[in-house]
């Protein structure tokens, strides 16, 4: 049996928030003519900034995050607007979320965050010659704390979870085939 995409029957909004919608579609298989309802959340595209300081330190966030009732570690990030570039966008959240400004950006790549029922996009923006500029512009939801951490330790904050963030850690492998770091010594 090939795997084929299914037919689009219907379309259903369900729920429009701030961040998503709710959608039902009804599908049909093109290779066993079933029928079946599925979900997905209809998001705008993201982006997640790998940005790196003029000395080194790669920028980390601390922010409370409501679906796991936690305050998380991560790089900064955000929602790409309709029809922005997203290494712009990624500037944009920077400097919104921290106050940072860089010498020069580029998109290192991108992941699908969960294909099974969400549509968008993740983009990874690395950052370079970072400094701070400005002063930040939170989103009314956002209380950031900003910290500089060495980008050379960067892979041991993966390695002992204390990033656990899935978007942080696809991140982190864009940056290490992009050659910005380099894989722990495995002699731990």
Known sequence: MKAKPWEI????????????????????????????????????????IAAVTEDENIILIRQYRAGTDEVALEIPGGICERGEDPADAGLRELKEETGFTAQSSRVLGYVRPNPAFMNNRCYTVLATGCRKTADTDFDDDEEIETIEFPLIQFPELIKKGEIDHSLVWSAYVHMLHAGVIKLPDSAD
């Open 9 to 48: 029957l219907k379309k259903e909004k369900l729920l429009k928030t701030r961040i998503f919608d709710i959608e039902k579609r009804r599908c049909r298989s093109r290779v066993q003519e079933k029928e079946a309802d599925f979900f997905v959340l209809d998001s705008d595209t993201w982006v997640n």
